[in-house]
C-alpha cells in the first residue's frame, strides 16, 4: 500500500473522509481485518491523480463504526459487505441489508471472522 496512511479515532471518521473528499480525492474502497479476537482494522483508500491516500481505524468489533455514505454514497456496497464478513455493525448506513447482502438470514457466523461475535438483535 503506498501514500500516506492517517490513524483516525471513531468520532473522527466522517470528517477526515469530508475533508479528503474537499481535497478531490475519489473513494476507491475499504478493506478490514481482524487484529485480534477483541479488535479489527478498517482501511479506507481514496485516490486523486493516481496518488493513493488512506486513513487507518483500530475499532473494538463490538462498537459501531460510523458510516461515510453521508459523505460518499457508494461506500454503502462495502460497509455492507463488512457487515456481512466481518460481523460489524456500520451506525448511520443509509441503505442497510442486515447481513444479508450475500449472506442468507440464517447464516449465524460471519465468513471471515476467525473468532466468535455475538450481537444483541434489537
Do not use: W
Amino acid at each position: 500500500m503506498q501514500g500516506p496512511v492517517l490513524s483516525i479515532r471513531p468520532d473522527q471518521v466522517v470528517g477526515e473522509t469530508a475533508r479528503i473528499k474537499a481535497e478531490g480525492y475519489r473513494f476507491v474502497t475499504l478493506s478490514c481485518i481482524e487484529k485480534d479476537e477483541t479488535q479489527v482494522e478498517i482501511l479506507y483508500h481514496f485516490d486523486r491523480d493516481l496518488q493513493m491516500t488512506h486513513l487507518r481505524l483500530t475499532i473494538p468489533r463490538t462498537a459501531p463504526v460510523p458510516s461515510i455514505t453521508p459523505v460518499y454514497l457508494a461506500a454503502f456496497l462495502v460497509e455492507n459487505e463488512i457487515q456481512d464478513l466481518f460481523g460489524l455493525q456500520f451506525e448511520g448506513l443509509p441503505i442497510d441489508y442486515h447481513q444479508t447482502l450475500y449472506l442468507e438470514e440464517e447464516v449465524k457466523k460471519a465468513p471471515l471472522c476467525t473468532y466468535s461475535v455475538t450481537r444483541n438483535q434489537d
